[in-house]
């Protein structure tokens, strides 16, 4: 039985109700940016997990918070931005889906979704700052809050240069991972979540350390999932990875363990777009599998996984806070979606 209460569910119920009140009423203040706000409200509404809330919520209630309005609106920001990340993320990548729908620049043309990406960035500030939290606190929030602002845009610039590298080493790869989606989808909200509720040092360093691997294990279980995924529960292709040329964690350790052959087809077929063949896409995936990539992908995941839930074991937090945040990690771990 799930030890979260309120249930992942319900907290993106609460989420969700807060972030289409907020817009609408941020659309009538400003009429102008309506089709924009518009926009947004599609993006959300299309599905997402709303994990960033739900890890800011409970690194909150682990710190001694309680269940109230200006929580859920605080976590709420934190969609807002992953909304930010995901718009801009899908011009980058040429994406045209997501979540099952068109992408806003496929609907509406860069320009436009350009604008809507960083209407959502402007918005996920006033709403943090808007939260009803007292302004001691939102100031000792706002540290993490803008570190993770800037380690996503790094880690993307990062991801973007490596696209044109043959070669990637499992340590880089890492460390772009953890940038630009391990620490801003679960370290940095948890840490967020704790410093809004007047958490000592020492807690927020401990639901740190909880954090930081199981945020890599979060990416590379994304990874496994574009690659090896089912298209109707993940809502994009399942090629797009490997379309796109993503130097992942599953590239770095094919290119390193595979021989001669395997390597160059590899090498010059990953990133092909649109000229791969379905044959050659099951060429690609066989090799990944054949190198060993994935399982090995797999065990560090459960690594991670186990190191996490160490650092949560010895985390001074109440004991049904420790087990909500059990949950959640065993969800982020082993996810299908």
Known sequence: ???????????????????????RGCAVRLPENEPLIHELLRVIQAG????????????????GGTHGDAIV?????????????????????????RRGQPSVHALHGVEVALLVGDLALALADECLFG????????????????????????????????????????????????????????????VIGAKLADAPPHLVDALSGFGEPLGEAFQFRDDLLGTFG?????GKPID??????????????????????????????WGGGSSLSDSDLRGLRGLIEASGARAKTEQLIVELAHNANRSLDEAPIDEGARAALRDLARFVTTRTV
């Open 73 to 97: 609106t605080a976590s709420a920001s934190l969609e807002l931005l992953h909304t930010f990340a995901l718009v801009h993320d899908d011009i980058m990548d040429a994406s045209d889906e």
């Open 1 to 23: 039985m799930s030890a979260l209460s309120p249930s992942l569910d319900d907290l993106r119920r609460e989420v969700d109700e807060e972030l289409e009140g907020f817009l």
């Open 131 to 190: 939260s009803g939290f007292v302004d001691s606190r939102l100031v000792r929030a706002f540290g993490p809050y803008s570190v993770m602002r800037q380690e996503v845009i790094a880690g993307q610039y990062l991801d973007v240069r490596a696209t044109s590298k043959k070669e990637i080493s499992e340590t880089e790869v890492r460390h772009i991972a953890a940038l630009k989606s391990g620490r801003y989808s679960i370290e940095k909200p948890l």
């Open 240 to 269: 797009s990875d490997i379309r796109e040329g993503k130097r992942n964690l599953l590239y770095a350790l094919a290119v390193e363990a595979l021989e001669e052959e395997d390597r160059a087809f590899l090498v010059q077929r």
């Open 230 to 234: 089912d298209r109707s529960s993940i």
């Open 48 to 63: 997402g997990k709303r994990l960033r809330p739900a890890f800011c919520y409970w690194g909150f209630r682990a710190a």
